[in-house]
């Protein structure tokens, strides 16, 4: 894994050798042999091929191993070798996902096999060297996402929906992929032949072995690349946390920390209504700021290494509240039992209620402004509807790489709603222009969106401009119609915490009006709607999860 050559780039993590490829210390060897076996490799001999969930931890004590991916013609081309005292791996060994890569001997070679399970244990019982183990597996997985190596390709015009959404739920889900824009590669049409393609098929996923997904789901998506927990209905968790947002996740690390057995149910990806902010600024302990996005893949990551589960791309669909324990149903009809259930499925933005609104939606309306979207109206005249924080950081983080960008405020300013400093970032952005009182009225385009109008609802004056990306950040909705009437609701449809069973006092303030079920974070009806306040609800819960499960006769 050697950083292209040219201009040094901060951001390409194959340029911090020494904390990708680190080489332990003959001191930390001899700690680590305790947790595994001594082997020998003949040279050519397989340590682990991709698609495996059940990879172990190599340490090369003599010899060499190489990582291998493919090419998209199917060839196997080398990632990188693995030496004397360097180990091999990356997250997909902290979770039970498939593996991206094959590895296997250059000359005879001497390693120390860490199983699965003992992997875990030395990650948490060996504190300095899981961090230099994760931070590495961390640097290999952004290398293989920047590099597009290990992963899969996806061949679509750009600014379709489908792609639109493909694109969005490999990079939310960290999964590496390259995008081939049949709009604008000149080769598309041999690519086209080379694959035994038409452009009706498009957008696809050409995999590894050449094998093709046409216009595939997510769950699709998940279930041939790995990305799917395989679940035992039989098996009853402590506790399944609904959600993995940042109330969920930070419920997860602090029940599976604990020692519950813990299952997060996703139906997309981590991060929630967070994972669209481009930069968090206002979150205690990153002073320089942080992507909604690296945020919440650090939080399951920190899960995931304490043990817990996470079923991404199966939405619930039900929860039978009627049973104990708890079973809850999943959109594939796989189902989950749990003795405690937290739900932190969070709110969505309001949708604007116009004609052609939900035709445009991935082709010019989005929901998120990360480095993906921005990608998708470079150099372009944009709008961004809100007043909210959540706006206002999509705002500035826009107009770094557009034209123009007008922010569009239904009410008659910013302060009442939005952080002083990101007020003051758009007063003196040159290239923000804020609309007050202002709502978009008419939305036009064919395939995509091209044109937007928007109203002063003061002056009654209107303008028509040319624009082809509308970023709607406005309103919140809760994530509870799956719920079917289960728990006590708002007029809003929050769910009604802090509780008690029968008229006794409530567990916590999380505690809804059935026993072992609590709900956290912008779900909850009278939470404030922060993502610090979702964390710290997320970890409180869990001491009201234990009093629960210490009191309750499951027999």
Known sequence: MN?????FDP??????????????????????????????????????????????????????????????????????????????GE?????????????RAVVDSEV??????????????????????????ILRRL??????????????????????????????????HRLIDTDRDEAVDDLLVYFDLKKSDLPVIVLPDRGILRTPSNS????????????????????????????????????????????????????GQAASSSRIENYLGFPTGISGQELANRAQLQAQKFGARLAVSRA?????????????????????RAKAVVIATGARYRKLD??????????????????????????????????????????????????HLHLLVRGAGLAATMSDYLVQRILAAAKITVQVNTEITELEGDESLRFVTWTDRKTDVSERRSIMSVFVMTGAKPNTEWLHGCLDMDSRGFIQTGIGIGGSKPLSAYSTALPGIFAVGDVRSGSVKRMASAVGEGSVVVAAIHEYLASYNFD
């Open 3 to 7: 950083a292209a050559q040219g201009a």
């Open 11 to 88: 951001t390409d993590a194959y340029t911090r050798q020494l904390e990708i490829f680190p080489r332990l210390s003959p001191e930390m060897v001899a700690r680590i042999s305790t947790y595994g076996s001594r082997e020998t490799l003949p040279k050519g001999c397989s340590a682990f091929e991709r698609g495996n969930r059940n990879v172990d931890f190599f340490v090369v004590l003599e010899g060499e191993l190489e990582i291998l991916s493919v090419d998209r013609s199917g060839k196997s081309i080398r990632v990188t070798t693995v030496s004397e005292r360097e180990f091999t």
């Open 91 to 103: 997250l997909d060994l902290v979770n039970e996902r498939a593996n991206l890569v094959d590895g």
């Open 112 to 137: 120390l096999r860490i199983r699965r399970t003992d992997f875990r244990r030395l990650i948490t019982c060996e504190s300095d060297i899981g961090e230099i183990v994760m931070k590495a597996f």
């Open 143 to 176: 290398g293989l996402i920047q590099q597009g190596q290990g992963g899969v390709i996806i061949i679509g015009p750009t600014h379709f929906a489908d792609t639109v959404r493909i694109q969005r739920f490999l990079v939310r889900n960290g999964y590496p």
């Open 220 to 271: 699709e998506i998940a279930d041939v690349l790995g990305l799917t927990e395989n679940l035992d209905p039989f098996y009853i968790y402590d506790v399944a946390v609904i959600g993995a947002g940042p109330g969920g996740l930070a419920t997860a690390v602090y029940s599976a920390s604990e020692g519950l057995s813990t299952i997060v149910v996703e139906g997309v990806a981590p991060g």
């Open 316 to 336: 619930a669909q039900n929860l039978n509240c009627a049973e104990h324990p708890y079973e809850l149903r999943l959109e594939d009809d796989q189902r989950i």
């Open 354 to 403: 116009l004609p052609n609104y939900d035709r445009f939606e991935n082709q010019g309306i989005y929901y998120a402004a990360t480095a993906m979207e921005a990608s998708l109206c470079l150099g372009e005249e944009v709008v961004v509807v809100g007043g909210g924080n959540s706006a206002g950081q999509a705002a500035v983080f826009l107009s770094r790489t557009v034209s």
